[in-house]
C-alpha cells in the first residue's frame, strides 16, 4: 500500500529565508507525485507535478527514487508563500495525500 | 471555465440521519473523486467514479455511498451519520482517461462541504 509522509506540521521561516518542505513515499511501482497548495480561505490547488519538472511561484521539487523523497523548495520564502502545503502520490486516478505541512513565512 | 462546484456548502445533520452531497466536475471531465479531510486523519480517499462506473474505493464503511450521473456529475451519501462523520468532503474532477500526460493528470478541487454532525 501507498504511503505519504510529511515530517513536519509546521514550518515557519523568515521573509526571505530558504524554505524546504519535505515528503517521503513508499510505493511499490513508478511514482505519480505532486505539491498541493492550500492558501487560507481557499480551495486546494496543484503547486507542482514531478512529471513538468516545473518551477511554480518559485518552487521546485525533485524526486529522488533512491531516497523515496520529494522535497519542495524554495530559495527565498515571500509572506504570501504561508499556507498549508500537501504532498500526494497519485495511484490510477486515487491521490494519497501526507498530514500537510504549515509554512508559516514571518515578516 | 466553471471550477467544480460542491453543494451545499455546510450541513448540520444529527447523528442517525443520512445526508447526500452533491459535485459538478468541471465541463468535459469525467472522473469525480471524492475525500474526506478532518484535523486528525487528513485527507483521506473515499472513492472515484469515473462514467458513471465506480473505479476506486477507499477504506470506509459502507455507510459511506456515491454514484455518478450520465452528465458527470456525483452524489455521495453517508447513512446512518456517526459523530466522527463530522468533517470537510471534497470532491475533485479530472479527465480521468488514466493515461500518464500533463493534461490528465491534474484533478481540480472543489471548495468542499462541511458537514457537522450533533
Known amino acids: 500500500a501507498q504511503r505519504v509522509t510529511q515530517p513536519e506540521k509546521l514550518l515557519s521561516v523568515f521573509k526571505g529565508a530558504p524554505v524546504e518542505l519535505k515528503c517521503n513515499y513508499s510505493?511499490?511501482?513508478?511514482?505519480?507525485l505532486f505539491w498541493y497548495v492550500q492558501y487560507s480561505r481557499q480551495r486546494l490547488q496543484l503547486l507542482l507535478r514531478?512529471?513538468s519538472r516545473e518551477s511554480i511561484k518559485g518552487f521546485t521539487a525533485d524526486l529522488n527514487k533512491g531516497e523515496t523523497s520529494f522535497h519542495l523548495k524554495k530559495p527565498f520564502a515571500q509572506e504570501e508563500d504561508s499556507a498549508m502545503y500537501y504532498c500526494?502520490?497519485?495511484?490510477?486516478?486515487?491521490?494519497?495525500f501526507g498530514g500537510g505541512t504549515r509554512l508559516m513565512v514571518k515578516p | 471555465k466553471a471550477g467544480v462546484t460542491q453543494t451545499p456548502r455546510y450541513l448540520i445533520k444529527t447523528r442517525g440521519q443520512q445526508v447526500t452531497l452533491s459535485c459538478s466536475p468541471i465541463s468535459g471531465h469525467r472522473s469525480v473523486s471524492w475525500y474526506q479531510q478532518t484535523p486528525g486523519q487528513g485527507l483521506q480517499f473515499l472513492f472515484e467514479y469515473f462514467s458513471e462506473t465506480q473505479r476506486n474505493k477507499g477504506n470506509f464503511p459502507g455507510r459511506f455511498s456515491g454514484r455518478q450521473f450520465s452528465n458527470s456529475r456525483s452524489e455521495m451519501n453517508v447513512s446512518t451519520l456517526e459523530l466522527g462523520d463530522s468533517a470537510l468532503y471534497l470532491c475533485?474532477?479530472?479527465?480521468?482517461?488514466?493515461?500518464?500526460?500533463?493534461?490528465?493528470?491534474?484533478?481540480?478541487f472543489g471548495q468542499g462541504t462541511r458537514l457537522t454532525v450533533v
Open positions: 514531478h512529471i
Open positions: 500526494a502520490l497519485k495511484s490510477g486516478n486515487m491521490l494519497t
Open positions: 475533485a474532477s479530472s479527465l480521468g482517461t488514466g493515461q500518464l500526460n500533463l493534461r490528465n493528470t491534474e484533478a481540480f
Open positions: 510505493y511499490s511501482g513508478s511514482p505519480e
